[in-house]
Every structure is written in structure tokens, then in C-alpha cells.
């Protein structure tokens, strides 16, 4: 018995019926809102749901400046939270399971409303009871438009990055030589992961770079692997900045880090396996200033799928090297 075909088919039965049902009452709530009730902004799993979490926040600060704003995330995403202002107060949790606890809490008040939906998001502090305000508060949407409705905001109302803190690149040898010819590969994800395909495209990308001159790195953490033939990039988020501020682009499965980087003006080519997460992710939302290539594959097509994806590379690769003036004499690393 496959339990994860049931759990998505229940899951699916529960979005199309319930839980619309239950995010009409829950903003409908939420409108209801004392002015002085406290703004509470649980954001628990990955980086770049903390990013959109706090990308209105400043707006709302702005039209009730006495607004209360507090954060609750996990202790490693401290330097993120870091780069804000309008927020009042910070809550770092370490476990997992005291975030399950406090999950669990807020599904108590919170109409009964599912587990696995009640991950990131904004929660008001009503009366003393919790409502959340789902990611989605509408389908045919994205997830900036949703946030700006979520907060009440009109749709004229800008994302807000967070601040540009730049680290010296220590990671990568000779950077202030080399930059103008270093590209970053980035083939993990915590919500998408890389199969057959994506593995195949990232491999050609990197050949491809390799033969044009390029020196070719992967960000890796942890036992993550480097993608054959470039080398391994380990490094914190500051020095991340200081990289993607000088290099002309990075070739991405998309992912939290592609958020973070987006106020660096960092050029990116971004790939997208899952068509829900290609709708509602757009890094487009973001109004960054870099040059976006997004596109989205069915993984399990393969080769001839990922092949696809190398030739829409190539056009890419041709527009920022026309204008970034980059011309190389086949010599890289």
C-alpha cells in the first residue's frame, strides 16, 4: 500500500473542499482585528518562506505605526531576521518538536485547521486566540500577491528585500581575479528535489561552462555533492551576497537561497520540477533587478526533457554574455 499516494489524495480532496472553506473564515476573522492585537509572524521551515513572511512587514508598519510585530523562526535563520527593522520582538526556537508544540497550539484555535498546512504563514493574536492567515489566500494567484492580501495591503505595494549585508569571499580562491568568469550551480533544494533530469542538465551545464572558460562551483552544505566536474562551494549567506554581488549569474533548482539573492541583483537561470511550485513561486514576483530566465520541466520525461532546458540555457547564456560584454579565451577552471 502506497501511504504517500493516499496522503496526497486526501490532501488534494482537503484543499478543493475544506480548506477553502476555512481560509474564507479565517481572513474573514482577521478583518475583524482589534487595532492593538498583536501581529505574529510563525515562520518555522525554510528560508524563503521567512522572506516572504517579512516582506510586507514594513508596509505594515507603515500604515498602523502602532502596529505590534513579532517574529517567531528557528534560531539559524537569526542573521536573516537580522537584516530587518520594523519587526518589535524575535522569538528564536532551536527544537523541532518545541515548533510542533507551538504549532499544535495555534491548530487548537485555529478552526482545526490542518497540520500540514500550518507551516509558515501570518497568525494574529485575536481576543487570545490564534488565526492564521493562509499561504494561499485565493487559487490563481502567487505567493506575494497572497501575502499582500493577507495583510490587508493594496496591490500597488512594493516587496520589501532585506538589507545587503556583504562578506570578503575567502571560499573561492583568487575571487577578485576570477569573478567576472565564476558561475554558481545550485541543484538542491529543501522543498524540490533533483532526480534524473535535473541531475542530467546540471552535469551539461557545467561541461558547457567548463569548455566556454568558466570556472564552475556548486553550493553545497553538509554531504551534499558537487555537480561532476566543478568544484565545491561552501560558504556562509554574507559571503554568498559578496559572491552574487560580482558573478554574472547563477544556474538554479529553485530554492530558498534563490530568494536571498534576488536584492543582489544576481542574474539568474532557475528551474522549476514541480508545476504548483512554478505558479505560485515565480521569482518574478520579487521585482528584483536581475536578469530571470524561469522555467519549469517534467522530470520525468528525462533526458530529452533536460535537453530542452540546456538549449533554453544556451539563449540565456548568449544574452548575459552580450550584456555583460564576457568574451573568453576558452581558458577557465
Not at 498583536?38 to 500604515?63: E, H, N
Request: charge should be positive.
Amino acid at each position: 500500500m502506497n501511504f504517500g499516494k493516499i496522503k496526497r489524495f486526501f490532501l488534494d480532496i482537503g484543499r478543493k473542499t475544506i480548506f477553502p472553506v476555512v481560509q474564507k473564515r479565517i481572513v474573514k476573522k482577521i478583518k475583524r482585528k482589534k487595532s492593538d492585537d498583536t501581529l505574529v509572524i510563525l515562520s518555522t521551515t525554510a528560508m524563503g518562506d521567512l522572506l516572504y513572511c517579512m516582506a510586507f512587514v514594513k508596509a505594515v508598519k507603515q500604515k498602523n505605526p502602532l502596529q505590534k510585530i513579532a517574529v517567531v523562526t528557528r534560531e539559524k535563520f537569526k542573521y536573516i531576521l537580522d537584516t530587518y527593522d520594523s519587526y518589535d520582538k524575535a522569538v528564536f526556537i532551536r527544537s523541532n518538536q518545541r515548533l510542533a508544540l507551538l504549532q499544535l497550539r495555534c491548530l487548537r484555535s485555529n478552526l482545526g485547521y490542518c497540520k500540514q498546512m500550518l507551516q509558515d504563514g501570518i497568525i494574529f493574536e485575536v481576543w487570545g486566540m490564534m488565526a492564521y492567515a493562509p499561504r494561499f489566500v485565493e487559487e490563481n494567484t502567487d505567493y506575494i500577491m497572497a501575502m499582500r492580501k493577507a495583510y490587508g495591503l493594496s496591490e500597488n505595494v512594493s516587496p520589501e528585500f532585506h538589507r545587503v549585508m556583504l562578506a570578503e569571499v575567502t571560499s573561492i580562491p583568487n575571487f577578485s581575479e576570477i569573478c567576472g568568469r565564476c558561475v554558481v550551480l545550485n541543484p538542491y533544494s529543501s522543498t524540490l528535489k533533483v532526480e534524473k533530469g535535473g541531475g542530467y542538465f546540471f552535469e551539461q551545464i557545467c561541461l558547457l561552462l567548463k569548455e566556454k572558460g568558466y570556472f564552475v562551483y556548486t553550493n553545497v552544505i553538509k554531504n551534499q555533492k558537487p555537480v561532476p566536474g566543478s568544484l565545491p562551494l561552501r560558504c556562509s549567506l554574507e559571503e554568498m551576497l559578496g559572491i552574487a554581488s560580482k558573478i554574472p549569474f547563477m544556474v538554479s533548482l529553485r530554492s530558498g537561497i534563490c530568494d536571498f539573492l534576488v536584492p543582489s541583483g544576481l542574474n539568474m537561470f532557475v528551474i522549476y520540477n514541480k508545476l504548483w511550485f512554478y505558479i505560485w513561486f515565480r521569482l518574478k514576483s520579487w521585482e528584483g533587478k536581475g536578469t530571470l530566465e524561469e522555467l519549469y520541466y517534467e522530470e520525468s520525461a528525462g533526458e530529452e526533457e533536460s535537453q530542452r532546458l540546456v538549449e533554453a540555457f544556451k539563449g540565456y547564456l548568449a544574452k548575459i554574455e552580450r550584456e555583460k560584454g564576457i568574451f573568453f579565451d576558452g581558458h577557465g577552471g
